[in-house]
């Protein structure tokens, strides 16, 4: 690389610069009548990694669409890095990467072909760097040795890398990703996790989206929960892991006696599981020191006792009424 | 490569200037196979009215044929204007057909639309490139018609000064500049139809259908043109004046007919661009 050394970019946001992605209101809807988003108010603020998420079909790729102007809402607005959109579209969408629903490039074209045409596009660049910064995003994304291949032979996994390493053209203030692991194997996907985690070391803002909360649970730290066309929830991690209340659980046989037990102590929710064997109750502010302590003055014959956490999993699919697509 | 190092290569001084979109594009439209067959089916056009020419033995009586074909036995560079007036009609519309058809739709398609949208391209760039890409490939097929005819012409029959139609002997020289004026003339003749093939590929995702309907639109054009009922029609229509190219072989050129066409073409370009922009610059890109 040359001469061209420049202060590393993005810098970490001022705390008091406008959130990276704000709707207010947002909705649309289709011809048809079809309503795809419904008063969307999503806020992203800068510097986090915030995972979009949702069953298919939830108005995740049809709100991230208007966010990048390829759809214009029925009403509300968008803002991108305290822009309106599409009004300043010129302005800020060079400086978002974005994936949108799934890696679409020319297929007689090579990948480094297809990132050429998409840099040429490009208006904003320096055109002299343009060979030296494919390189670097096709080797970021592990494509380096498949870049001079024609599109259609590429594997689903290689395709999404594509589509990724043309989101990284160029460094960018926010990164709009929507099912970046879709199709990756396992250790693909564990790749785009290291590489949203970099981005977001490096001061970044990321927008994920996927139908897996188990795929970016790991590099989230809030969410956004989707669930037909509306906003469901939002929050950091830490505040869904408390909804997401603990119960205790106590294998004994004598399921009867351990129930009476656990309900003295407060419990709102307690059963038996089907085998007879385990009792499950809902107690997240009792210590199961006490707990334990309880049955054993009570003479409940104690097998183990533990806490089950409700995993976050199990909390967004009562959320959104469907079960996430572990098949993936 | 370190993340450090990929962020250094931020973009620096002032933004380019140079039309590499553009560059792109033509590379996209001139790198495809299919626009290369198709352009080598053009080519053969010449080369096969040239073979059978030479090789038959029939009288030909002027008016039998394609215009001019009774006047290139006499002389070779006259099969440059035979071929051309041979693909006008229908081979040239549909080669535009198919490549103006495929260039929104076609992207669209692909999903490739949506990327160039982000990154972002206006969409009223997107259109403008896209046209300029079609007047570039429209103009060089019909060069390709004229040179290979040209080529062709030299090679198997005697040339040397033409005999114009209007009776003036001009020198060969002459002759072929007005040979790259009438393949000019033909591609601007054809830019009405490329403008209605774009704004018919906003309509549709599938290039296919975009295709179909710009070369039916191309081939019902001429079709009114024929019915002689309907002259008052035939003035509007983008095919009107396709063949107004043989006044380049007159001398001196009357250019009322000529400028006629130019004007129609530039009539249909202003509505079908009008249509295509406006169309394309509200549409919910979905694809």
């Known amino acids: ?328 | 490569m370190s993340l450090a190092e990929q962020v250094r290569l931020e973009p620096l001084r002032r933004p380019s200037r140079a039309p590499r979109l553009l560059l792109s594009e033509l590379w996209l439209v001139f790198g495809r196979r299919r626009n290369q067959v198709l352009l080598v089916v053009l080519a053969l056009v010449p080369v096969l009215v040239g073979v059978a020419i030479s090789v038959s033995t029939a009288e030909v009586e002027p008016g039998q044929g394609p215009p001019f074909i009774d006047r290139v036995s006499g002389n070779g560079l006259f099969l440059a204007f035979t071929a051309l007036a041979a693909v006008v009609p229908f081979l040239l519309p549909l080669v535009m057909g198919v490549v103006a058809g495929d260039a929104v739709a076609g992207e669209a398609q692909a999903g490739t639309l949506r990327y160039l949208l982000t990154v972002p391209v206006s969409r009223t760039r997107v259109l403008l490139v896209k046209y300029a890409a079609l007047m570039v490939f429209g103009l060089v097929a019909a060069l390709t018609v004229a040179l290979v005819g040209l080529a062709v012409g030299v090679a198997l029959f005697p040339s040397g000064e033409v005999t114009l139609l209007s009776g003036t002997t001009v020198p060969a020289a002459s002759a072929v500049v007005r040979a790259l004026l009438v393949a000019a003339y033909v591609a601007v003749s054809l830019a009405g139809l490329s403008a209605v093939g774009l704004a018919v590929s906003t309509f549709t995702e599938v290039p296919v259908a975009a295709m179909a309907t710009t070369v039916v639109l191309a081939i019902t054009s001429q079709i009114l043109d024929a019915i002689p009922q309907l002259g008052w029609l035939h003035p509007f229509l983008f095919s009107h004046h396709w063949l107004a190219f043989g006044d380049l072989v007159r001398d001196p050129v009357p250019t009322g007919t000529l400028a006629s066409g130019l004007l129609l073409q530039a009539g249909w370009v202003a509505i079908s661009m009008a249509v295509a922009w406006s169309r394309f610059t509200t549409k919910d890109v979905t694809s």
């Open chain 1, 1 to 328: 690389m040359t001469s061209q050394v420049l202060a590393p970019q993005p810098t970490r946001p001022a705390p008091d610069s406008p959130a990276a992605v704000r709707t207010t209101g947002l909705t649309k809807r289709f011809r048809g009548g079809q309503v795809a988003v419904d008063d969307l108010d999503l806020v992203v603020p800068r510097g986090s990694v915030t995972g979009f998420l949702g069953p298919n079909g939830s108005g995740k790729t049809t709100t991230i669409r208007m966010l990048l102007g390829l759809v214009v809402p029925t009403s509300g607005t968008v803002e991108l890095l305290g822009e309106p959109v599409p009004r300043s579209s010129a302005s800020v969408l060079p400086r978002v990467g974005a994936l949108v629903e799934g890696p679409a490039f020319h297929p007689y074209l090579s990948g480094r072909a297809n990132l050429m045409r998409l840099d040429a596009a490009d208006r904003t660049v320096d055109r002299h760097t343009s060979g030296a910064r494919i390189d670097a995003a096709l080797d970021r994304v592990g494509l380096g040795s498949a870049a001079g291949k024609r599109f259609r032979t590429y594997s689903l996994g290689m395709k999404q890398r594509l589509g990724l390493a043309g989101a990284m053209l160029r460094p960018r203030e926010l990164y709009v990703l929507d099912e970046p692991t879709n199709g990756l194997d396992p250790q693909g996907t564990r790749e785009v996790r290291t590489l949203v985690r970099e981005l977001a070391a490096d001061g970044c803002t990321v927008l994920v989206s996927s139908h897996l909360l188990a795929e970016i649970e790991q590099v989230c730290d809030r969410v956004v929960v989707m669930r037909a066309g509306r906003m469901v929830t939002a929050g950091t991690l830490d505040d869904l892991a408390l909804v997401a209340r603990p119960s205790v659980v106590v294998e004994t046989s004598a399921p009867a006696a351990a129930l009476a037990v656990l309900r003295r102590l407060g419990a709102t929710t307690a059963s038996v599981d089907d085998d007879g064997l385990r009792v499950r109750a809902d107690l997240p502010d009792v210590p199961v020191e006490d707990v334990t302590r309880a049955l054993v003055l009570a003479d409940v014959p104690v097998r183990g006792i533990g806490r089950s956490g409700r995993s976050l999993e199990e909390l967004f699919v009562e959320l959104t009424g469907e079960g996430f697509d572990v098949a993936g």
